[in-house]
């Protein structure tokens, strides 16, 4: 069974970096898409940020300039570098394999203003 184990969450103050990182288990990691979504308190889930097994990268237009999703398919792990964080980034993050209902417990990401 695939199991997916995101870390790298904290408390940050606004305008630090944080970097999360999911790390995937399965034979698999190299061909599938990867993403990752969070939820904010009291809203629904987003996608915030996804990686195809070739590289193409997609955004939410809110982190475009500001996060990078990268992947290593040795390590089987998809990273998720955050700069300039600000306080709307608050949440839970997680990853899973696009669109698959395969999730991580997920990591909490707060940044105060």
């Known amino acids: 069974q695939v199991q997916l184990v995101e870390s790298g969450g904290d408390l940050v103050q606004a305008g630090e970096s944080l970097r999360l990182s999911c790390v995937v288990s399965?034979?698999?990691?190299?061909?599938?898409?990867i993403a990752w979504h969070r939820q904010a308190p009291g809203k629904q889930r987003e996608l915030v940020a996804s990686?195809?097994?070739?590289?193409?990268?997609t955004y939410l237009p809110s982190v475009k300039d500001r996060f990078t999703i990268s992947r290593d398919n040795a390590e089987r792990t998809v990273f998720l570098q955050m700069n300039s964080l600000k306080f709307e980034d608050t949440g839970v993050y997680y990853c899973?394999?696009?669109?698959?209902?395969?999730w991580g417990q997920g990591t909490q990401v707060t940044v105060s203003s």
């Open positions: 899973n394999i696009l669109g698959s209902s395969t």
């Open positions: 990686v195809t097994n070739f590289g193409t990268t």
């Open positions: 399965g034979n698999m990691f190299s061909v599938v898409p």
